[in-house]
DNA sequence: AAATGAAACGTTTTT
DNA sequence: CGTTTCATTT
């Protein structure tokens, strides 16, 4: 391995506390990976390093690289992967657990709130602010009660916490009952454990290496107490700080020496990145932000001496188009690959336009998915039909699926899930394949009744009213009790009824996948989405759309295929799914990125886009939970991702016509003048 | 309670 | 601009 001094110096720290402070292309991998080598050459084992990175793709590489330097065997031995992942890890062996998308378990904690009453003088949180809230909360207190949090935050909104509590309590409840989990319930979860392990002496680490440490909020940094490891191998840089939104707290990288005694600050200096007009660029900006350690940055590639160019448009559509040209040309003067190419956006609503604009000069991109994968109907359903398979008590995907048969929405689906749990005495495999007959599927509820209301919901049909329909093993089932019933729902539920006899048995996903995929009830799901999709405005069905839907759904049916390949049993891969949502990234061509999205990767050419006052840097978000100086990292972040050349572009209007000065940080670069202006 | 069509809506960042 | 919510009809 090649490192260099202060590089090798902080890879052979003694065990201890050890916070690498690491600036912007540095050599960050190189050190952990160095790291990593040299706890193994001192004979520590493998399975002793447990390596918290900020995304799977960045452990993925890490460990790659030391199975280049040892086998393949000892790193694959070492325990790497983001803290939820890690988290999950460990839970799975001991807990059954579904993990959900905050979209869908916001779902079902509306379905509570909705229930209460709250009095009209004041505007309680909303659903989706409340459970916001909250989860910020449990990521940025850990000793604190939701109540006394809200009193620092809000104190107006302190009128309705009973109500609050009440509701959180209500859908941690359902939550246990339904084993439904989201990001932070695998982090508190397995904190727990973590501290029963510590309390019988059985924490396997000897050294918990921490990537990203700027970005750890309070609730990951419990983690790393609960460990409580002899030795600690932090690496970070405060000025690339950028999830304050997410509860990460600055205060944990910046107090290290105060927090752990004996503590070792290493610095890595030395820039391998970027050409010297870059990097005098982001250190000149970032300079405005207060310095916590002594830092700074040398310049390696000195060879380099591209400028970074400023381009002015008059509005965003011509600073799209522009820049698209830009690349095209670029990419045909200079031979840069398109792939060597990334545009970077502090607001995902920038993509869109200059996709559109790539498009248009037939250069093809590549958006780092922000979950609109797994939010297409076609692969939520699959996944559905999945999830129901796995989980036979999973509420909120068998309501997905039936509420999608004619004259059924959620409340029937509900009613129907509720019967299946009761004809399977407390499973829906068997209430749906093994019925007991004797139970009554739909029982009276207790209401109304004695008031002398008429209510015919409970006149219940003869559940063998559609046997012509119906395969033989389906026929007279109880759930067809349900008035509200009718044909085509029948049908509908006789396909379920055939998808899931086939294939509820099989745990191989890919297996499952392919079969599922043929199964009557997908098939003719898929043929609904296909014409919705390629409607006219006059309601004809275009054969060019249908066409074009059909390949693009066949196209990400392909990718869903090539994912599954890596997982054995069901269950992992469904929980895989949910905690790396975004990481995927579909084919060649100019990368399209947040900025938070770009953390840790490099380009040869880099735009940052949109560069204009409250829209980098971002008044409406550092009012909520960031800062000026947040943003300005976040800018930092950007520059910092350029290796040779960097553009940084600015319209005059937005896209209401009126005029927008631009971004502040152009004028703290010294690349405009204020008076110009 | 579901389906349909019309009106409002609000544009964050991630595991 | 596309989604989400609301109102109306069945």
């Known amino acids: 391995m090649n490192l260099n001094e202060e590089q090798h110096r902080a890879c052979n720290a003694s065990l201890g506390y050890n916070l690498v402070i690491a600036s912007a292309g540095t050599g960050k991998t190189s050190t952990i990976v160095g790291r990593i080598a040299t706890l193994l050459n001192r004979g520590l084992q493998p399975s002793e390093i447990l390596l918290l990175t900020f995304t799977n793709k960045a452990s993925n590489e890490m460990i790659a690289r030391v199975a280049k330097i040892f086998d393949k065997e000892i790193a694959n031995k070492i325990n790497a992967g983001t803290f939820h992942s890690v ?6 062996e001991h807990k059954n657990i579904s993990l959900k998308q905050p979209r869908e378990l916001k779902i079902l904690f509306k379905s509570i709130y909705d229930r209460r009453q709250f009095s009209f003088d004041k505007q309680p949180y909303s659903y989706q602010y409340l459970y916001d809230s909250y989860s910020l909360y449990q990521n940025s207190s850990i000793d604190k009660s939701y109540r006394e949090w809200l009193a620092q935050k809000n104190e107006e909104q302190l009128d309705f916490i009973d109500i609050y509590e009440d509701i959180f309590d209500e859908f941690k409840q359902l939550k246990i009952d339904y084993s439904y989990a989201d990001y932070n319930d695998l982090l508190i979860l397995y904190r ?10 059985k924490i396997p680490y000897i050294e918990v290496l921490c990537d ?13 107490r609960a460990i409580n490891p002899k030795s600690l191998f932090c690496v970070g840089d405060y000025d690339q700080s950028i999830y304050a939104f997410n509860g990460a707290d600055i205060t944990i990288i910046t107090n290290f020496v105060e927090n752990y005694t004996n503590a070792n600050v290493f610095s890595l ?5 970027s050409g010297k007009h870059i990097l005098e660029l982001a250190n000149k900006v970032i300079s405005n932000n207060p310095r916590i350690y002594p830092k700074k940055l040398e310049v390696v590639k000195t060879n380099q001496e591209s400028i970074p160019s400023v381009l002015q448009y008059q509005d965003l559509f011509s600073q799209y188009n522009g820049i698209a040209r830009k690349i095209q040309e670029i990419h045909e003067q200079q031979n840069i690959k398109y792939n060597d190419f990334a545009i970077i956006y502090r607001n995902n609503s920038s993509a869109d336009g200059l996709q559109v604009s790539l498009r248009a000069l037939n250069i093809d991109s ?5 979950g609109s994968f797994f939010d297409t109907k076609e692969i939520e359903f699959l996944l559905c039909l999945c999830s129901v398979i796995s989980n036979s008590r999973d509420m909120m995907s068998y309501i997905h699926i039936l509420s999608h048969a004619k004259g059924i929405g959620n409340s029937i689906a509900k009613d129907i899930f509720d019967a299946l749990i009761i004809a399977g005495n407390g499973n829906c495999k068997d209430g749906l394949l093994r019925p007991n007959m004797n139970k009554e599927c739909y029982p009276r509820k207790a209401t109304n009744s004695g008031l002398g209301l008429f209510d015919d919901f409970f006149r219940l049909e003869n559940s063998s009213r559609f046997n012509d329909f119906l395969h033989n093993d389906f026929k007279s089932h109880p759930i067809l009790q349900h008035p509200k019933i009718e044909i085509e729902s029948a049908k509908f539920l006789n396909d379920f009824f055939i998808a899931f006899k086939e294939y509820s048995n099989i745990n191989n996903p890919q297996i499952l996948l392919q079969g599922l995929v043929n199964t009557k009830i997908y098939k003719n799901y898929v043929e609904y989405l296909l014409k919705d999709r390629s409607k006219t405005k006059d309601g004809k069905i275009d054969s060019k759309l249908y066409d074009d839907s059909r390949q693009r759904l066949e196209h990400r049916l ?5 994912l599954i390949r890596n997982y054995k049993d069901l269950r992992s891969f469904l929980n895989a799914m949910m905690l790396s949502s975004g990481e995927l990234s579909e084919g060649d061509g100019v990368n399209l990125l947040s900025v938070h999205a770009s953390k840790g990767l490099e380009f040869p050419c880099v735009f940052v886009v949109d560069l204009m006052d409250g829209r980098f840097p971002n008044y409406k978000l550092a009012a909520r939970s960031g800062s000026i100086e947040e943003e300005r990292r976040l800018f930092y972040v950007a520059l910092t991702r350029a290796k040779d050349y960097l553009y940084l572009s600015y319209a005059l209007r937005d896209n209401k016509n009126t005029d927008i000065k631009p971004s502040m940080f152009l004028f703290e670069g010294g690349l405009l003048k204020q008076e110009d202006f």
Do not use: F, V
């Not at 727990?192 to 002496?201: P, Q, S, Y």
């Not at 200096?269 to 990145?273: A, Q």
């Not at 392909?558 to 090539?562: G, H, W």
């Open 87 to 92: 988290a999950y890890k460990y839970l799975k």
């Open 192 to 201: 727990e454990e973590l501290e029963k392990l510590n309390m019988e002496g």
């Open 212 to 224: 990203e440490y700027q970005d750890t909020n309070p609730l990951q940094d419990s983690i790393i």
């Open 269 to 273: 200096s030395k820039n391998y990145r």
């Open 366 to 370: 590549k958006r780092k998915g922000s």
């Open 558 to 562: 392909a990718i869903l295929y090539n």
